[in-house]
């Protein structure tokens, strides 16, 4: 069964660079069709998508933090991170990491049967919580 | 961006209830919709894909139904560990997530 755990500086600097690991485990990153995700979630608040690395390589990101977020994968460590640049106390979080699985699925709609994948985030890590203050 | 707007944001309900959260999305999503679970001090977890599909190992009181923009979750009777916290979240294009509804003993 694969399992996330994230590592990491629990204290940032402003201005500095929030570093952070997952390491999975129980099977490996690139085998099988996923997304590797990366999701924050500010205290009393709703969770928030960072962004996400496809088995490829290819990456997407939040167009709030693009700017400041890369994403990357270490697939002789089975690990993916994540790098966020300049931040601030507003990035203060506890941040996930999440693997997106993939569905591929029929359903009618209207008079046509349409066949799409889909993805939700199935396995998360425990989370790991950021301050940034100096 | 997608925006997602959960209703309500917070309810009280007893233990045996029926109890609906609606989600909505700011444009066609057709069935690309998630729901999880919250609970405090842990990670959200996946309850429902593709609007309606029951995530392995989720019991059965759960349901979820939709498409297009407007989206329901339905707990047919309330357990005790059932009381948490409850997100949509959209995966059509960049992911977002409502802003959750609280399930709280009433």
């Known amino acids: 069964q694969v399992q996330l755990q994230e590592s990491g500086p629990g204290l940032v600097k402003p201005s500095q660079t929030l570093s952070l690991t997952c390491t999975v485990s129980?099977?490996?990153?690139?085998?099988?069709?996923?997304?590797w995700s990366w999701i924050r979630q500010p205290a009393g608040k709703g969770p928030e998508w960072i962004g996400h690395i496809y088995t490829t390589g290819s990456t997407s990101y939040n167009p709030s933090l693009k700017s400041r977020v890369a994403i990357s994968v270490d697939t002789s460590r089975n690990q993916f991170s994540l790098d966020l640049s300049s931040v601030t106390a507003a990035d203060t979080a506890v941040y996930y990491c999440?693997?997106?699985?993939?569905?591929?699925?029929?359903?009618?709609?209207?008079?046509?049967?349409?066949?799409?994948?889909?993805?939700?985030?199935?396995?998360w890590g425990q989370g790991t919580t950021v301050t940034v203050s100096s | 961006d997608i925006q997602m707007t959960q209703s309500p944001s917070s309810l009280s309900a007893s233990v045996g209830d029926s109890v609906t959260i609606t989600c909505r999305a700011s444009?066609?999503?057709?069935?690309?919709l998630n729901w999880y679970q919250q609970k405090p001090g842990m990670a959200p977890k996946l309850l429902i894909h593709a609007a309606s599909h029951l995530q392995s190992g989720v019991p059965s009181r759960f349901s979820g139904s939709g498409s297009g923009t407007d989206f329901t979750l339905t707990i047919s009777s309330l357990e005790p560990e059932d009381f948490a916290t409850y997100y949509c979240q959209q995966s059509y294009s960049i992911r977002t997530f409502g802003q959750g509804t609280r399930v709280e003993i009433k």
């Open positions: 129980g099977g490996s990153i690139n085998r099988g069709s996923y997304y």
């Open positions: 444009q066609s999503i057709s069935r690309f």
């Open positions: 999440a693997r997106e699985g993939e569905w591929l699925l029929s359903s009618m709609e209207g008079s046509a049967m349409v066949t799409n994948y889909y993805y939700g985030m199935d396995v």
